[in-house]
């Protein structure tokens, strides 16, 4: 399986970017979608998942400013993040899990793309 992230940047606070990932799953693939994020010094976190089911699900750090989507047709998975924090800042990476709920456990995630970097100024 591969996943291509795109779209990371500079931005200041209150700004928007989205970020693409292009995979090679295939479109009646249940497995699910998401979205994760590494600060220098910190673990791996949660941002949002897709699941097979077609259910989103997000950290409680960016509800309500990020919005998670799939176009099946394009074999690709959006972030849109809307009022940027300067601790947004990090790489963001997507990654495809076995289980179809879409879990926040990172270990139930096989597949990972290389990442994108996200830096929000103040």
């Known amino acids: 399986v591969r996943l291509v992230e795109s779209g990371g940047g500079l931005v200041q606070a209150g700004g928007s970017l989205r970020l693409s990932c292009a995979h090679s799953?295939?479109?009646?693939?249940?497995?699910?979608l998401g979205w994760f994020r590494q600060a220098p010094g910190k673990e791996r976190e949660f941002v949002a998942a897709?699941?097979?089911?077609?259910?989103?699900s997000y950290a409680d750090s960016v509800k309500g400013r990020f919005t998670a989507s799939r176009d099946n047709g394009k074999n690709t998975v959006y972030l849109q993040m809307n009022n940027l924090k300067p601790e947004d800042t990090a790489l963001y990476y997507c990654?495809?899990?076995?289980?179809?709920?879409?879990?926040?456990?990172?270990?139930?995630?096989?597949?990972w793309g290389q990442g994108t970097q996200v830096t929000v100024s103040s």
């Open positions: 990654a495809t899990s076995w289980n179809p709920l879409g879990t926040m456990k990172t270990a139930e995630y096989d597949f």
């Open positions: 897709i699941a097979g089911s077609g259910d989103i």
């Open positions: 799953l295939p479109s009646s693939s249940r497995r699910a």
